[in-house]
């Protein structure tokens, strides 16, 4: 079964620091990869989003995310972290085969120490 | 642009009694329709979607049911509600796009709580 894998729970980082959360996605038919934002209580807001071209995309406030095919990776980047950055964060992936369900992980919270 | 909305923001209701939870787009037309469920602590489970009025498929057998009565409507009901429901329902709309796939956007979310 198609599965999207984000391995860390929680993330605790230091207000400044760089940040990388993991996502993997098992093999199939080409991905479209998706990273999202929820703040608590509140909708997923679009961060950035991967469909062809360069494989190293830029989002909105500052993130970034890069697709590396052979790892069946998109790792999340920023490379300093605001407090406000502070949420759960959701990495999710259309395979492009029949209906385009959109498939998601379980989510990293995000801890920003001061 | 585009807008989403959902009401209630936030529903307490007891065991056994119906549900009903709206979800409106405003600024694009016959768009896809999405109904999900976050369970506590768990990821987005999707449970409805709706390419078109009156159109709606099931992802997983469930308590609940879902009608698109307008083309920028989508209700999720319930007649009798269980503990189990209690959750963060989430509504999504996209625009079909030929070729590609159509990116989700979300609502704000309403908490759903079943005493």
């Known amino acids: 079964a198609q599965s999207v894998t984000q391995p860390d729970i929680h993330i605790t980082v230091s207000e400044g620091a760089s940040l990388e959360l993991r996502c993997n996605y098992s093999?199939?038919?080409?991905?479209?990869l998706f990273w999202y934002v929820q703040s608590p209580g509140q909708g997923l807001q679009l961060l950035l989003k991967y469909f062809s071209g360069d494989t190293l995309v830029q989002g909105i406030k500052g993130f970034e995310a890069e697709f590396k095919r052979s790892q069946s990776s998109f790792n999340l980047r920023k490379p300093s972290v605001h407090w406000s950055d502070a949420a759960e964060y959701f990495c999710a992936v259309v395979w492009n085969t029949g209906f385009q369900k959109l498939v998601f992980g379980t989510g990293t919270r995000l801890l920003v120490s001061p | 642009s585009q807008t989403i909305h959902q009401w209630p923001a936030t529903l307490v209701q007891p065991v056994g009694s119906p549900l009903s939870l709206e979800c409106t787009v405003e600024g694009t037309s016959n768009p896809n329709l999405y109904w999900y469920r976050q369970a506590a602590g768990r990821g987005l489970q999707l449970l409805f979607y709706?390419?078109?009025?009156?159109?709606i498929s099931s992802e997983v057998p469930q308590n609940l049911s879902a009608s698109r009565p307008q083309d920028r409507q989508f209700i999720l009901s319930s007649k009798k509600l269980l503990l189990s429901d209690s959750g963060f329902y989430l509504c999504?709309?996209?625009?079909?796009?030929?070729?590609?796939?159509?990116?989700?956007?979300f609502g704000p979310g309403t908490r759903l709580t079943v005493l």
């Open positions: 093999y199939g038919a080409t991905p479209y």
């Open positions: 999504a709309w996209s625009v079909r796009v030929a070729g590609g796939t159509d990116t989700q956007y």
């Open positions: 709706s390419v078109g009025i009156g159109q």
